[in-house]
């Protein structure tokens, strides 16, 4: 009797220190110390080696039933550890590939914006400088305007005086003109010759004008003069020709160049127009992409933390498993040495 007592309490003492090393957390049905004082006492009673095989084969089908539990719970939990670590994996995986070609996007876009944003700022300098030319044109053709206006009064005044001398000429030839009529005249035909710069032309009348009144035969110089005078009068008019003509090309020629920096201006215009877009299209673009790389980044942050927390969650279900179920191993080692202990005891008893 005191070798049983004396190995049950060996087995107590171990199994105590079983416990505290992998912690149980059964129910109060079942208890190790229990069995062993019920055993005990069986023997002590002298009960049947069957019946308290039977006690103990009880215990050792209640370890089982709840490490079969365990084991349905224990692979339960794996799966779903599994399912989660499996999708948490994935979302990851899909974030981290969102926020690839997000980036890739912004990357391409951020280079095409700054070279779109520099060709506009080219096309914007070239816009303007064709638009001064324009206005440059305008401004000489304006000043040719007035120019050419002004040309046009200064031959029709020099034609005008010139007929006046027409007429005075015709005057003289029948003795009606005075000196005086002759130095207004010598005087205007002398502003015109200055104002037209055809001083060459103008210097052969004005000096027959000048000596018309010393000539013997002044009816003679007269008609000379008249006929100067007549010869003066086209050479100012194919002046004018040659003048309107000039002005008739230069006209052309401004039509031409304007239309042709009207032209620049509206294709620069265009292009203008378009860089416009195109930057803002662009700025469009970064904008949702970038959303989309720091929505993509949180979810693989949010993701990331979820995996590793089932991860850890997971490890903790098997530390306990392994925990537990070596627990309930030790639990039968002991009930086996036990139930050998009670053998060897009946044994001793016969």
């Given at each position: 009797m005191k070798v049983t007592i004396t190995l049950l309490v060996v087995l107590a003492l171990a199994n105590a220190g079983m416990v505290q090393k992998f912690p149980l957390t059964y129910g109060?049905?079942?208890?190790?110390?229990?069995?062993?004082?019920?055993?005990?006492?069986?023997?002590?009673?002298?009960?049947?080696?069957?019946?308290?095989?039977?006690?103990?084969?009880?215990?050792?089908?209640?370890?089982?039933?709840?490490?079969?539990?365990?084991?349905?719970?224990?692979?339960?939990?794996?799966?779903?550890?599994?399912?989660?670590?499996?999708?948490?994996?994935?979302?990851?995986?899909?974030?981290?590939?969102?926020?690839?070609?997000?980036?890739g996007i912004l990357k391409t876009s951020n280079i095409l914006l700054t070279k779109t944003q520099a060709t506009l700022?080219?096309?914007?300098?070239?816009?303007?400088?064709?638009?001064?030319?324009?206005?440059?044109?305008?401004?000489?053709?304006?000043?040719?305007?007035?120019?050419?206006?002004r040309g046009a009064v200064?031959?029709?005044?020099?034609?005008?005086?010139?007929?006046?001398?027409?007429?005075?000429?015709?005057?003289?030839?029948?003795?009606?003109?005075?000196?005086?009529?002759?130095?207004?005249?010598?005087?205007?035909?002398?502003?015109?010759?200055?104002?037209?710069?055809?001083?060459?032309?103008?210097?052969?009348?004005?000096a027959a004008l000048a000596s018309i009144k010393q000539e013997e035969d002044a009816a003679g110089a007269a008609e000379r003069l008249v006929q100067l005078l007549q010869t003066l009068r086209s050479n100012v008019e194919e002046a004018w020709a040659s003048y309107t003509t000039e002005n008739t090309k230069a006209l052309a020629l401004f039509t031409q160049q304007k239309d042709l920096y009207l032209a620049t201006q509206g294709r620069?215009?265009?292009s203008k127009d378009k860089l416009v877009i195109k930057a803002e299209n662009l700025q469009g673009v970064i904008s949702v992409q970038t959303a989309i790389a720091q929505a993509a980044t949180n979810k693989k942050q949010r993701n990331q933390t979820l995996w590793d927390d089932a991860a850890d969650l997971c490890h903790s279900f098997d530390v306990e498993y392994e925990a537990v179920t070596e627990g309930r191993r030790q639990e039968l080692i002991l009930v086996q040495e036990l139930e050998r202990a009670v053998e060897r005891r009946a044994a001793e008893q016969i």
């Open positions: 109060g049905k079942r208890s190790l110390m229990n069995i062993m004082v019920e055993v005990e006492n069986k023997i002590k009673s002298h009960s049947p080696l069957d019946t308290i095989k039977g006690v103990l084969d009880n215990f050792k089908s209640a370890v089982a039933q709840e490490q079969g539990t365990h084991d349905e719970v224990y692979t339960a939990q794996l799966a779903e550890c599994e399912s989660e670590i499996s999708y948490r994996r994935a979302e990851v995986e899909d974030s981290v590939g969102t926020l690839k070609i997000a980036n700022g080219e096309t914007e300098n070239i816009l303007n400088s064709v638009s001064l030319h324009i206005d440059l044109i305008n401004d000489v053709r304006k000043e040719d305007t007035q120019s050419y206006n200064t031959f029709n005044d020099a034609i005008n005086a010139i007929d006046d001398g027409i007429d005075l000429g015709v005057a003289l030839v029948k003795g009606e003109a005075s000196l005086i009529q002759v130095a207004d005249m010598t005087t205007k035909l002398m502003m015109a010759s200055v104002a037209t710069k055809m001083n060459k032309a103008f210097m052969a009348p004005l620069l215009s265009d």
